[in-house]
């Protein structure tokens, strides 16, 4: 069964400091990785894209890993700051399907505190 | 900024009620797509199209509608609302681009059917 498992479930970290989001995937076929960041009452935005033959990307502090073989994937935020408290959602694409099918993670959620 | 819009952004209604949710996007995309997102909860596929005239059902059996009448238009209606279908819907827009197309995500409407 196609899955995609994100860890913690919740995070509460301090202004400043630096945390590590995991995603484990068991989805076959695999086209691409996806980590959207979703504040509360609104919908997801996009912040990193990842194919199989990409094992890191960065977006401004984000930096996002991928390893194909072991099916894992984290998201690394530096320097925390509160406008990144928001829910973290980890999304595999497969590439069986003319729609590249999306299957979501339950998503992090990540407290800054000042 | 994604260019997709949806309204009303909160709605509670009666149960038996008929609504349509409206979702709009000016950045010309062929694919459109919803989502219904519980609390704490993975977002689940409901309807896709994958340009004008052409929809399909999502993963997650629901009991509304949508058409697609313009490249821009998405709406999706509730016959008779009823009290399982509270949730947040997400409207989600994309352009093919193989293997890579992101979805762009409207801010959502919060339905609460009393």
């Known amino acids: 069964k196609n899955q995609v498992e994100q860890s913690p479930q919740s995070l509460i970290i301090l202004e400043g400091k630096n945390c590590t989001l995991q995603?484990?995937?068991?989805?076959?076929?695999?086209?691409?990785l996806r980590w959207y960041k979703q504040d509360t009452g609104r919908g997801p935005v996009s912040l990193t894209i990842?194919?199989?033959?990409?094992n890191t990307k960065s977006n401004g502090r984000y930096t996002a890993t991928l390893d194909a073989d072991t099916k894992q994937s984290s998201l690394h935020i530096t320097a925390s700051q509160l406008s990144d408290s928001a829910s973290y959602i980890c999304?595999?694409?497969?590439?069986?399907?003319?729609?590249?099918?999306?299957?979501f993670g339950r998503g992090t959620q990540l407290t800054v505190w000042p | 900024e994604a260019d997709i819009y949806q309204t009303p952004r909160y709605l509670v209604i009666g149960t038996g009620k008929k609504i349509t949710l409206e979702c709009s996007q000016t950045?010309?995309?062929?694919?459109m797509y919803w989502y219904q997102q519980d609390p704490g909860m993975e977002l689940h596929l409901i309807h896709y199209s994958y340009g004008v005239n052409s929809t399909e059902k999502g993963d997650l059996s629901s009991e509304s509608t949508v058409s697609r009448i313009r490249t821009e238009h998405f709406p999706l209606t509730l016959e008779s609302a009823r009290p399982s279908h509270t949730s947040q819907y997400l409207c989600?827009?994309?352009?093919?681009?193989?293997?890579?197309?992101?979805?762009?995500f409207g801010p959502g409407t919060r339905l609460t059917v009393l």
């Open positions: 989600a827009s994309s352009e093919s681009k193989g293997r890579t197309d992101t979805q762009y």
């Open positions: 950045m010309g995309h062929d694919k």
């Open positions: 999304v595999v694409s497969d590439r069986g399907s003319t729609l590249g099918r999306l299957y």
């Open positions: 995603c484990n995937y068991t989805v076959s076929p695999f086209s691409n």
């Open positions: 990842m194919t199989f033959s990409e």
